[in-house]
């Protein structure tokens, strides 16, 4: 019952942007934190950025100044944009939603982001 659809992702060049999206069914977004995350071939997955339940948001160092992360609470979507594209960028994207203490955690299925030098 619960999906979590990442769109927006493609192949673009270095210094160009890309605005991800990731809609919900089955949950609300606003009783979640909310999360991007990204994993390049090889690598770890890691957080690139979150909105926490107090609305605090956080990023990752490497995308600091070029990423926003936001969330439509009318139409449940989360957003990442990204400015200033690195190769360095270059990875599948996910959106989270998670609910620790009631054992809730959701993924979408992951949109690729390819940035050419």
């Known amino acids: 019952q619960v999906r979590l659809v990442e769109s927006g992702g493609g192949l673009v060049q270095a210094g160009e942007s890309l605005r991800l999206s990731c809609a919900a069914s089955g949950i609300i977004f606003t009783f979640y934190r909310t999360a991007w995350y990204r994993q390049a071939p090889g690598n770890q997955r890691e957080l690139v950025a979150d909105?926490?339940?107090?609305?605090?948001?956080n990023y990752a160092d490497s995308v600091k100044g070029r990423f926003t992360i936001s969330r439509d609470n009318a139409q449940n979507i989360v957003y990442l944009q990204m400015n200033s594209l690195k190769p360095e960028d270059t990875a599948v994207y996910y959106c989270n939603a998670r609910r620790q203490i009631a054992f809730l955690d959701y993924w979408g299925q992951g949109t690729q982001v390819t940035v050419s030098s």
């Open positions: 909105i926490l339940s107090s609305g605090a948001i």
